[in-house]
């Protein structure tokens, strides 16, 4: 849109719904160039991204021309979809339902990249739930435990 500019910068988390139909290292690589090709298309601007068996973080700087749900949307039903057309896991993949998103001022984004590419290291330290939970309150989001992502089943 002319005379429209932007600067909003977004950390979205999506978990795996599913044990048996986790990200694979030996595919994430491609997932995570496949997820940002939606993005990008979409007018976004894809930052980082990286995954871990069980979830997903990529942030991206955000157009604002359509909406952070329709974005997750389109995210999570294209590459759920791209995964099952592959055949790429054992039983069907499907993500968890929901997401998260958070806001990334301009001063913190370096650190925001580094958290998500460093996510195996960080895993070695604590795990996914722990991780989130602290995301959350972070965040200053309270939030109901029923109604929060949870360890794959």
Same mark, same amino acid.
């Given at each position: 849109?002319?005379?429209? &500019?932007?600067?909003?910068?977004?950390?979205?988390?999506?978990?795996?719904?599913?044990?048996?139909?986790?990200?694979?290292?030996?595919?994430?690589?491609?997932? +995570?160039?496949?997820?940002?090709?939606?993005?990008?298309?979409?007018?976004?601007?894809?930052?980082?991204?990286?995954?871990?068996?069980? +979830?997903?973080?990529?942030? !991206?700087?955000?157009?604002?021309?359509?909406?952070?749900?329709?974005?997750?949307? +389109?995210?999570?039903?294209?590459?759920?979809?791209?995964?099952?057309?592959?055949?790429?896991?054992?039983?069907?993949?499907?993500?968890?339902?929901?997401?998260?998103?958070?806001?990334?001022?301009?001063?913190?984004?370096?650190?925001?990249?580094? &958290?998500?590419?460093?996510?195996?290291?960080?895993?070695?330290?604590?795990?996914? !739930?722990?991780? &989130?939970?602290?995301?959350?309150?972070?965040?200053?989001?309270?939030?109901?435990?029923? &109604?929060?992502? +949870?360890?794959?089943?």
């Amino acid at each position: 849109m002319e005379h429209t &500019y932007t600067q909003l910068i977004f950390h979205a988390l999506i978990a795996v719904k599913n044990a048996p139909a986790q990200i694979e290292e030996k595919w994430s690589k491609d997932l +995570h160039n496949y997820i940002t090709a939606i993005i990008q298309n979409r007018g976004n601007k894809m930052l980082a991204i990286n995954s871990m068996p069980d +979830h997903l973080h990529f942030l !991206i700087g955000w157009s604002g021309d359509e909406s952070i749900s329709d974005i997750m949307r +389109h995210v999570k039903r294209n590459s759920s979809k791209w995964i099952n057309d592959k055949g790429l896991t054992s039983s069907t993949f499907r993500w968890q339902e929901g997401y998260s998103v958070f806001s990334c001022s301009r001063s913190m984004l370096d650190s925001a990249v580094k &958290y998500i590419a460093n996510q195996q290291a960080f895993h070695q330290k604590e795990d996914f !739930i722990s991780e &989130y939970k602290q995301m959350l309150t972070k965040a200053g989001i309270i939030y109901d435990e029923r &109604y929060i992502f +949870h360890l794959p089943r």
